[in-house]
């Protein structure tokens, strides 16, 4: 079974300028995550979509980040403009819905550094 | 707002040593508590706890949770070099809709096991 994809691996940007996350979770996976993992800390929630549809945008910080899943299967996270305290690893994660054990597999993470 | 508090932040021992990781929450509506390993990249999920299934056990590692306590705890036995990474402690306090989970970590404690 071919696990959660993501890229690109790293990115390094200046600030204010934009840049794009994918995610491709596992198949027949439902349920999408997108993390914020900073140095030292241990991931944050930023955005669960459940299919298409978004289920918690609560920590998402709506005015520089946006997220979609538009066919309900892969997944782009955004960042416009960044910020130098928007360094940090985005991980991917996603899960079945039936609350199994091992219910949230990730990805390998993109490494962000703005400059 | 859910938390999750995990002790030592940091942990260096020699190999064959034992060691024991420490997680405390505060959750409005516990479901389960989950352990992660990570290493360079995605954590991996070790296992999972919910108030019926308190004890888990996998070779040398195993884990306890106290729900009087609110606690738990991750018990690795004659350690191996192999064993160096950050353990991460998430807590699910259930997602807004139907089963899906929504995790909230601690910052991990970073094991180092030295030959």
């Known amino acids: 079974e071919a696990g959660v994809a993501q890229s690109p691996r790293y990115k390094i940007i200046e600030k204010r300028q934009s840049v794009a996350f994918w995610c491709n979770p596992i198949s027949g996976h439902a349920t999408l995550y997108w993390y914020q993992q900073i140095l030292g800390q241990g991931p944050k929630l930023l955005i669960q979509f459940q299919n298409n549809g978004v289920v918690d945008d609560s920590q998402l910080p709506k005015d520089r980040f946006s997220a979609e899943r538009l066919k309900g299967v892969d997944s782009t996270l955004k960042i416009q403009p960044a910020k130098l305290e928007d360094s940090a690893v985005y991980l991917c994660?996603?899960?079945?819905?039936?609350?199994?054990?091992?219910?949230?597999?990730f990805g390998p993470g993109t490494r962000l550094l703005v400059l | 707002e859910d938390k999750v508090v995990q002790s030592p932040l940091s942990l260096v021992v020699h190999e064959g040593d034992t060691v024991t990781l420490n997680c405390s929450y505060e959750v409005t509506n516990f479901r389960s508590l989950l352990w992660y390993k990570q290493e360079k990249k995605a954590p991996t999920f070790l296992f999972m706890l919910t108030s019926s299934g308190i004890e888990k056990k996998s070779g040398r590692l195993s884990s306890i949770l106290d729900k009087k306590e609110l606690s738990s705890i991750l018990n690795i036995t004659a350690t191996q070099t192999g064993d160096s990474a950050i353990y991460l402690c998430?807590?699910?306090?259930?997602?807004?809709?139907?089963?899906?989970?929504?995790?909230?970590f601690g910052k991990g404690t970073k094991l180092t096991v030295n030959p």
């Open positions: 994660a996603s899960s079945l819905l039936t609350g199994k054990e091992e219910t949230q597999y």
């Open positions: 998430a807590v699910d306090g259930g997602g807004t809709q139907g089963g899906s989970e929504k995790l909230v």
